[in-house]
């Protein structure tokens, strides 16, 4: 991020969506450079979510690195010596809460895209986790190529 600081920036999992749609647009104004990861459903599923994880993360990692001074990271991975890995890092640093309500805020677009085109799934209201009413719905019709196929409770 860039010289000012946001008020209000945290963890993206204690922030509403509301504040974090406020947040996400006043990190993308200050942010100095921004690098996205994602990986569908049935690549998360032939090589493991702990595989998706740290490439991922090196991915994000190297695309910003010569926006950087170091590399920093939450969780307890282990990415090399060039990255700390810190438990809870989205509640201690900025730059990592930042990358958290970034990550939640284009997570949350994505699933109300998905929800129109999987409606019964409720995927707008429910973010495909597993809700009540998203499991009764897996139940019933079965999941969509969206799924997770490898995600416990995906097939019963």
């Not at 702990?50 to 920093?72: F, H, I, M, T």
């Not at 060039?82 to 930042?98: H, Y």
């Not at 019933?140 to 995600?151: D, T």
Request: charged share 30%.
């Amino acid at each position: 991020m860039g010289e000012d600081k946001i008020s209000g920036i945290d963890d993206s999992k204690v922030l509403g969506e509301q504040r974090r749609e406020e947040l996400y647009g006043e990190v993308l104004e200050g942010a100095n450079a921004l690098c996205v990861v994602a990986y569908p459903a049935w690549w998360i599923d032939r090589h493991g979510v702990s595989v998706a994880n740290k490439d991922a993360l090196r991915q994000v990692l190297e695309g910003l690195r010569p926006y950087s001074g170091c590399g920093l990271a939450d969780g307890n991975l282990k990415l090399g010596s060039e990255v700390e890995c810190l438990p809870k890092a989205d509640g201690k640093s900025a730059a990592v809460a930042a990358a958290s309500v970034v990550a939640k805020v284009l997570r949350d677009g994505a699933m109300r895209t998905l929800a129109e085109a999987y409606s019964r799934y409720g995927f707008e209201r429910n973010r495909g986790y597993g809700t009540r009413e998203h499991r009764l719905v897996l139940r019933e019709a079965g999941p969509c190529r969206v799924h997770r196929l490898s995600y416990a409770g995906v097939i019963a």
